[in-house]
Nanobody
Framework: QVQLVESGGGLAQPGGSLRLSCAAS????????MSWARQAPGKGLEWVSG????????YYTDSVKGRFTISRDNAKNILYLQMNSLKPEDTAVYYC?????????????RGQGTQVTVSS
């Protein structure tokens, strides 16, 4: 069955960096676009970034452009999200998703999520 396991979350200071990873199994990873979404406390799920199966093109929500970078390693079945210049408003649970490459496109499956907290 499909499994998406996120890791790499934690506490970071404003201006700091974190790298999220998502280990995928149960499907042919290289055949699918992937995405990241997040849910802040008391808010709905927000699409953050998407990447096509070969690694390009990539897409970002405006609030993370220039700070976050999505990438993938199809040989290792891993999706990444490099997050730099973190802000308190980036605090959320981050989810790795199969599909959902752009805002408004439904994802087929998502992982359990990893908590990111940005605070001094």
């Amino acid at each position: 069955q499909v499994q998406l396991v996120e890791s790499g979350g934690g506490l970071a200071q404003p201006g700091g960096s974190l790298r999220l990873s998502c280990a995928a199994s149960g499907f042919t990873f290289s055949n699918y676009a992937m995405s990241w979404a997040r849910q802040a406390p008391g808010k709905g799920l927000e699409w953050v970034s998407g990447i096509y199966r070969n690694g390009t093109p990539t897409y970002y929500t405006d609030s993370v452009k220039g700070r976050f970078t999505i990438s993938r390693d199809n040989a290792k079945n891993i999706l990444y999200l490099q997050m730099n210049s973190l802000k308190p408003e980036d605090t959320a649970v981050y989810y790795c998703r199969k599909g959902g490459v752009r805002r408004g496109i439904m994802a087929e499956y998502r992982g359990q999520g990893t908590q990111v907290t940005v605070s001094s």
